[in-house]
């Protein structure tokens, strides 16, 4: 079963000598990375694309850390886009796209081979470019040379999974150019001021008991993590949670949306890591954090501590949900126990005024999170604060970002350095 060190996370020290690339730093840039991407984005001129014809249909390509760019543009479209959204992240690239159509290519280096080889193939077409990337870099010469619209990324960024806002932000500001959806810069103004509170509540100096993301890392530290979504905005949250789980953490993380992921979901509390199928008691309490009331004053720090069940199970004692764990189990008799399943559920900001259609919603999140209670499951919650949808995403996504970079450091990772990742890039050169 993993470990974390509980006490490295409040040592600012420690977690500055163990995260080499300065992970934390450049999470907690997300702010100035929106403010700097609109300034970027208005000089590269992409008020061009008003003047162009609304295109039949718009294709984004993205892949690896770039990916949720795609996901996000069409999240948003979708309600009220004129034109059809979708993401492509390789060739080949669909028959029908042509002198019609904007493609976006969406790359940190501008030399990803799927968005450069799709930016290529798109320009040979006739088709309308829209790329983001490193200046100096292939991607950015395909548009130039197609007479399509390239936003650059500015300095220092050196990992996608750290440069979200920098790639998402030129992309937002392209669609509402072109009236696919409504981002205009007060929204991303809002953006960014939320970006800024979060990297505040979730700072390094911030203590573990009232610090968010540090109270999620420790929870799902010695679960078997599975992210739910409660809707659409909720489940391009968890897909990026899952990714950041497993490439920041090491920790792979299954994820799903309601209501089309709730059976699916459900199904795995009759498991082997939970009291059910594991035949281990205890139903536990579960841990709500509401991003937008998170601070010393609002909440007392019982709040955000570990669910008291699962304390006590951890000191021998009896949970208080359930029967009583067994004091004389011998570990390497017995066996030692499988880690226990744990939800991380991203509920969206309550529906105001509500809707029938949220209030069946709601019933649905409320009896998957009663289940899994029920089966002993540790189920842990993040509560988007009111916005607009791309703010409230916001706060899903800096949840997620900093939690995963906390539970790598915890379990005593560099959450930027893999070294099979390194030896995977050098085996497939």
Same mark, same amino acid.
């Given at each position: ?27 907690? @840039? ?26 039949? @249909? ?22 009220? @886009? ?123 100096? @911030? ?223």
């Amino acid at each position: 079963m993993p470990y974390i060190d509980e006490a490295l996370l409040d040592d600012e020290n420690e977690l500055a000598r163990k995260d080499s690339r300065e992970t934390l730093r450049a999470l907690a @840039s997300a702010g100035a990375q929106v403010r700097e991407a609109v300034t970027l984005t208005q000089e590269a001129g992409i008020e061009r694309l008003a003047t162009m014809d609304r295109p039949r @249909s718009v294709l984004v390509a993205a892949i690896g850390g770039s990916a949720i760019v795609a996901e996000v543009l069409e999240l948003l479209a979708e309600p009220g @886009s004129p034109v059809p959204v979708q993401a492509r992240r390789n060739l080949p690239l669909p028959g029908w796209v042509g002198p019609l159509d904007l493609v976006v290519a969406v790359s940190l280096s501008g030399r990803a081979p799927g968005p450069l080889a799709v930016a290529a193939e798109a320009a040979r077409r006739g088709a309308m470019l829209l790329t983001v990337g490193a200046d100096d870099s292939p991607l950015a010469q395909v548009c130039r040379q197609a007479r399509g619209v390239h936003v650059g990324v500015g300095r220092h960024r050196t990992s996608s999974r750290t440069a979200l806002w920098t790639l998402l932000t030129p992309v937002l500001m392209g669609a509402d150019q072109l009236g696919l959806l409504e981002a205009p810069v007060t929204t991303l103004e809002a953006v960014a001021t939320r970006l800024d509170t979060r990297a505040e509540q979730m700072r390094p100096s @911030s203590d573990s008991f009232v610090n968010p993301a540090k109270v999620l890392a420790i929870s799902l530290a010695e679960t078997v993590p599975v992210v739910l979504g409660d809707g659409p905005l909720g489940g391009v949250a968890a897909a990026r949670a899952s990714s950041m789980l497993a490439r920041t953490a090491r920790v792979p993380a299954t994820f799903g949306e309601l209501p089309d992921a709730a059976s699916g979901i459900v199904a795995c509390f009759d498991g082997p890591y939970t009291a059910i199928g594991g035949r281990r008691p205890g139903t536990y309490d579960d841990s709500r954090i509401r991003l937008g009331d998170i601070d010393t004053s609002g909440w007392e720090p019982h709040h955000f501590a570990e669910p008291e069940g699962e304390l006590m199970e951890r000191r021998g004692g009896a949970a208080d949900g359930g029967g009583e764990s067994d004091i004389f189990a011998d570990p390497y008799l017995d066996g030692p126990s499988p880690p226990r399943l744990g939800l991380l559920m991203l509920r969206d900001a309550p529906t105001e005024p509500a809707t029938p259609e949220s209030v069946q919603a709601e019933a649905l999140t409320d009896a998957v999170r009663t289940t899994a209670r029920e089966a002993g499951v540790r189920v842990m919650e993040v509560q988007a604060e009111a916005g607009a949808p791309i703010v409230r995403l916001a706060d899903h996504v800096a949840a997620a970002d900093f939690t995963a970079t906390y539970l790598a450091l915890g379990l005593g990772l560099d959450p930027s350095v893999s070294p099979h990742v390194a030896d995977l890039r050098d085996r497939t050169r």
